[in-house]
């Protein structure tokens, strides 16, 4: 089996094309998943999901849940009720998985806003198990545990997901976030059987941007096929999500884009 | 004791300034010690070291050795010979520490540049010892993985420095590095009696740039006091540096960023 078969295009990476467009060209391409952005869904979930089955393609994720940490208590309950639409849209969607960023300290001390990630995602678990979804923990790189995850190393998320001890929560691994580690070989063994996401950029040197920064597979240091290998190694053989955010990426982005990751991606990830 | 008889002047924090004007400047502000970095001596550290005796000032530390990786035989020799350098310069100037960055992978893999970077901690070890210098092992944060620094986390430097295992190896912690770390406070506990150094400034919301986006105490999130608490509380009584590369405080350098310093080191860190 050709690596292509696993190959899912994150929707972010073309962020100007609306989500039929994405799915429309990824169903030209050949590309079997898409990874389903929820600001792209446009308020009508079922005929998204329509759409995309229509077309031939599986959604890998949905991006995303999480960001549970909030200064007041009221905001916290609006976040959890935001993660229980979240999971529904993912279960119409039949997107096994939903992605969960954490969410920055927001007006917490980190340590709270860390015990606030774990009592949120212990609060919706049932939901998610119910409709079948699992919340897959994703670690950002600690370059954003300011403004966007207080979730930052693989550890802290097989940490999380052994407590929440339910094969409802899993782990997925962005090699952009987790490159850098010196434990991600064994955090990422200690992740088996609970890895539910593989996603794959590169990072150039010198870092364009913090939040745009990111690159197509071989235009950068990071050692995606040794990465991959290691994920496979403990039996992870589902969707590999390219995820780029990339201004200049999305400037250029046409069809030739999509060619351009299939190609890339058989070349330093396959 | 005043927490201001421990401040230390990074003077990267003011680089327009020679090595003489940030000498005066804190001998006159009252600022009691001085970091020193490599490139501003000049050529003439007995010249240095006389000038900042004769103004009454003690050096915390010099800026810096390490950065041992290299993609040849041939220059990794010479970065040893130039640790060699830094650790005499260091010994000259009586800083009590020379910091290490260790550098960035430079063309080997992730592994091998750290294999790299704990043999040429190893074999400069006996020069150190000799000189009466301590290579203080400084963690950057990991978004200077790929550009800067291949040790990336505090549980890091205190393996290194557990293995070198010389009251001439310790590790130096720097707020701005290490504060998203989960580790981190069991990792500044584990460092007892092998802090040789605290570096304080602030991660601002957002970060302007990776490189340069460093701000003053108190205009950002990181939690300085109960880091400077965790360190202290190991037994650690020496100065604490303040460095913050920051094109903004550049621009606006004058004797005026001394007071400010003082300050917002009561204030943030105190």
């Keep these: 089996m050709s690596l292509l078969e696993r190959l899912s295009f994150n929707q972010i990476t073309a962020d100007p094309w609306s989500l039929e467009q994405a799915v429309r060209n990824c169903s030209q391409s050949g590309i079997p998943y898409i990874a389903v952005w929820r600001h792209k869904l446009d308020g009508d979930v079922k005929k998204a999901a329509a759409m995309i089955r229509n077309e031939g393609l599986r959604v890998s994720s949905l991006c995303r849940g999480g960001w549970f940490s909030a200064p007041t208590a009221k905001e916290r309950r609006e976040r959890i009720a935001d993660n229980r639409v ?34 949120g995602l212990m609060e919706v678990l049932p939901d998610a198990e119910k ?3 699992i919340l897959g923990v994703e670690p950002l790189h600690p370059m954003y545990a300011a403004e966007r995850s207080v979730v930052v190393t693989l550890k802290q998320a097989n940490d999380i997901v052994q407590r929440l001890n339910s094969s409802s929560a899993g782990v997925v691994i962005d090699a952009f976030h987790v490159w850098w580690d010196p434990e991600v070989m064994l955090q990422i063994e200690r ?8 996603h794959v ?29 290691a994920v496979d190694a403990t039996g992870y053989d589902g969707p590999i999500e390219v995820e780029i955010f990339n201004e200049e990426v999305w400037k250029s ?18």
Excluded at 191 to 198: L, M, Y
Excluded at 201 to 224: F, K, N, Q, T, Y
Excluded at 259 to 264: A, D, F, I, M, Y
């Design 131 to 133: 409709a079948g979804v």
């Design 86 to 119: 979240a999971i529904e849209e993912a279960a119409i969607l039949g997107a096994p998985v939903l992605v969960i960023v954490s969410g920055p300290a927001n007006g917490q001390t980190l340590e709270d806003a860390r015990a606030t990630v774990s009592d």
């Design 191 to 198: 992740a088996r059987g609970k890895i539910v996401g593989f």
């Design 253 to 270: 982005a046409d069809t030739g884009l999509l060619q351009q990751t299939q190609q890339r991606f058989l070349e330093h990830v396959g």
């Design 201 to 229: 950029s590169d990072w150039p040197v010198p870092l364009p941007g913090i939040l745009m920064g990111r690159a197509m597979m071989g235009h950068g240091v990071i050692e995606l096929r040794r990465l991959r290998q």
